[in-house]
């Protein structure tokens, strides 16, 4: 037995001692700036999901919104040496992750334009945090220690140009950071203490995992598409909107009742994320009797309360990006799975159907005046997010 175990001991010694000439080939490789299509040629179904979402589209050369903002208060994405207050733009740490990792700010390099691609996660070796004694702050990339050679793999397994040969580049397991918050945690949190995309500080570490809603796994694969708030699957399950009626007299005392499903505040993600709840009352011949909001587009003076938002007091002489020096001035979006109410008295003559509609809008309306037609999709008008009848 001793002699059959140590020569089993010599086999494996060999085969390792061979593993790691072969990977020295594939690690001379700089896996930051591969292509996703390079990923894709293997993964075609991820790689078609990938290619949808906006991490695929988080860059000012492929993401219309950002180019604007970005343009304002750094400058040219095609140019080289472009700074903000004479730093490196802190934006491309999560918009453009690989080009924030060589110091580049020239985006139409390498892999750059593709944002947020395959190898900016599955590189990501450990999650640092936000706090930092020496910058005071982490951000994106910088909030992570990254893997200058292996990918990182979230299924636990070491798989490499010689132990699989389908896989042409060298992997080591990772799933504590891949299949946890943390891979996420450097981009959708705070700067400055101040929120950005304000979704993971907010969603307990030990809670529901962001890619259990985000990247559901459908025949065995993790949804690439990273399904957000441009998709109407995920926002249409976002909150739940129920009616109560009590007849008086003349008029009729409407509650409506909202609850948010979701472990994060609702709306989620950056400031100019907004929803508003329209509340109708119609006639049998569908007729609008009454509104909470008058006018279209509504303004937020009508009904303050039935306005979820998260507000930003912005440095006067900075644009809206990066959000540096700021401050909350109010914050009245629904809070992780919480429950409010919202009272009405409106006349009773002649209503037939009451209606309550959360609508979402990816964008305020300042905000779309400014952008203009430079606006690429159809992202200006709201979407409803949730909507409840009664009738009476």
């Not at 085969?15 to 790691?20: D, K, Q």
């Not at 930003?312 to 914050?331: R, T």
Request: proline content about 6%; glycine content about 6%.
């Amino acid at each position: 037995m001793r002699t059959f175990t140590g020569l089993m001991g010599l086999f494996w010694l060999s085969l390792s001692l061979t593993l790691t000439a072969d990977e020295n080939e594939a690690l001379k490789i700089n896996p930051h700036h591969i292509p996703a299509a390079t990923c894709g040629g293997c993964h075609p179904k991820i790689y078609e999901q990938w290619s949808t979402s906006m991490h695929a589209k988080s860059t000012p050369l492929t993401n219309s919104v950002f180019a604007h903002l970005y343009q304002k208060s750094a400058g040219d994405p095609l140019q080289e040496g472009v700074t903000i207050d004479g730093e490196y733009p802190v934006c491309l740490q999560c918009h453009a992750p690989n080009a924030a990792k060589d110091g580049n700010t020239k985006l139409d390099e390498f892999n750059y334009k593709e944002g947020v691609n395959c190898v900016v996660c599955h590189t990501l070796r450990e999650y640092k945090g936000h706090a930092d004694q020496q910058t005071g702050n982490n951000v994106g990339l910088s909030a992570y220690k990254r893997s200058e050679n292996y990918l990182q793999a979230p299924s636990g397994r070491y798989l490499s140009p010689v132990q699989d040969a389908a896989h042409p580049f060298p992997m080591e397991p990772n799933q504590a950071l891949l299949r946890t918050n943390r891979v996420c945690l450097g981009c959708h949190t705070r700067y400055d203490q101040v929120e950005m995309c304000q979704i993971g500080m907010e969603v307990p570490e030990r809670s529901v995992t962001c890619q259990s809603c985000h990247m559901p796994k459908t025949d065995g694969l993790a949804n690439h598409a990273v399904l957000s708030a441009h998709n109407d699957a995920v926002l249409t399950r976002s909150v739940v909107v129920t009616l109560d009626v009590q007849h008086k007299t003349d008029s009729l005392a409407l509650t409506v009742h909202l609850e948010n499903m979701l472990p994060h505040p609702f709306p989620g993600g950056v400031p100019y994320r907004n929803a508003l709840v329209k509340v109708t009352a119609y006639s049998e011949k569908d007729e609008l009797l009454w509104s909470n909001f008058t006018s279209y587009p509504p303004d937020e003076k009508d009904d303050p309360d039935a306005v979820l938002k998260y507000t930003v007091k912005q440095n006067k002489e900075a644009p809206l990006v990066p959000f540096k020096k700021s401050a909350v001035l109010k914050d009245n979006r629904l809070q992780a799975f919480e429950k409010r109410q919202l009272s009405y008295q409106l006349p009773k003559k002649d209503v037939y159907i009451v209606r309550a509609e959360v609508l979402f809008n990816l964008l305020t309306l300042s905000l779309i005046e400014e952008l203009g037609d430079s606006i690429e999709g159809d992202i200006r008008n709201p979407v409803v997010a949730a909507i409840a009848e009664m009738r009476l």
